[in-house]
Nanobody, 129 residues
Framework: QVQLVESGGGLVQPGGSLRLSCAASGASGSTLDYYAIGWFRQAPGKEREAVSCITRSDGTTYYADSAKGRFTISRDNAKNTVYLQMDSLTPEDTAAYYC???????????????????WGQGTQVTVSS
């Protein structure tokens, strides 16, 4: 069993920045070595959509078109933590952001399929003046 704990959400003005964190626990390091970790978001009345994903082992990344050039995903394997640096935020980025972990896939697969073994509880990001 893997637990994913998200943090870093909050209220920010348009043009501002936030850094989300996803910390994984509950499994051995070797179990997590080949996981893909991703960030998804869901706004009220809209379907969940992928934002960005990363392969833990080699750092390969995938970005949704809406995230390219503004968001950066990274990992700290020693801390079993994945980060999402979000810059140039707009009101359209307002959503609940969820961390997900896939034990068998790649970053591309996780973000394109949207199927994961574990999900975090979500952290709210609100972009408003």
């Amino acid at each position: 069993q893997v637990q994913l704990v998200e943090s870093g959400g909050g209220l920010v003005q348009p043009g501002g920045s936030l850094r989300l964190s996803c910390a994984a626990s509950g499994a051995s390091g070797s179990t997590l070595d080949y996981y893909a970790i991703g960030w998804f978001r869901q706004a009220p009345g809209k379907e969940r959509e992928a934002v960005s994903c990363i392969t833990r082992s080699d750092g390969t990344t995938y970005y949704a078109d809406s995230a390219k050039g503004r968001f950066t995903i990274s990992r700290d394997n020693a801390k079993n933590t994945v980060y999402l640096q979000m810059d140039s935020l707009t009101p359209e980025d307002t959503a609940a952001y969820y961390c997900a972990a896939d034990g068998y896939g790649s970053a591309w697969s996780l973000c394109r399929r949207g199927v994961a073994d574990y999900w975090g509880q979500g952290t709210q990001v609100t972009v408003s003046s």
